[in-house]
C-alpha cells in the first residue's frame, strides 16, 4: 500500500488546536488564573505557541503551494506529451525497389494458376 499523503495523515494536535491553547496561555497571567511567580513563564509559553502556530501556517502555505506548482507541472507534461507530434523514423529513399509491385508478385506467384477457358462459338 503506498504511503499516504501528508494531508490526509491525522495530526497529534491540530494547529488550531495550538492557537486555542496558546491564547489561553497568553490570557491566563492577564486575568489572574496564573500564580504570580509563574505568571512569566505562562506568558513566554503562550507567546511561544502563538509563533509555532505562525510558523506551521505558513509551512503549510508553502507546502500547498508547491503541491500546486507540481500539479501544474505534471500536467503540462501530460498535455505536452499528448498534443505534440510523434517523431516518426526516417523514410527509407531506397528506390531500386518498389515494395507494391514485390507485393502483387508475391500474390501472384502463391495464387493457385487458372485454366484459360476458351470461348464456343457455337
Not at 36 to 61: D, I, R
Not at 81 to 101: E, Q, R, V, Y
Amino acid at each position: 500500500m503506498p504511503p499516504l499523503p501528508i494531508a490526509s495523515r491525522n495530526p497529534v494536535i491540530s494547529t488550531t488546536s495550538i492557537l486555542i491553547l496558546s491564547g489561553f496561555l497568553v490570557l491566563a497571567p492577564l486575568t489572574d488564573l496564573a500564580e504570580q511567580e509563574l505568571s512569566p513563564f505562562v506568558m513566554g509559553t503562550g507567546l511561544v505557541g502563538l509563533l509555532s502556530y505562525v510558523a506551521l501556517q505558513v509551512a503549510a502555505e508553502r507546502r500547498a503551494f508547491q503541491d500546486r506548482v507540481a500539479d501544474q507541472v505534471a500536467a503540462h507534461r501530460r498535455l505536452n506529451k499528448h498534443l505534440t507530434a510523434p517523431i516518426l523514423p526516417p523514410i527509407s529513399l531506397n528506390f531500386g525497389s518498389d515494395p507494391l509491385a514485390e507485393l502483387f508478385s508475391d500474390i501472384a506467384a502463391t495464387a493457385p494458376k487458372r485454366r484459360k477457358q476458351s470461348a464456343h462459338v457455337g
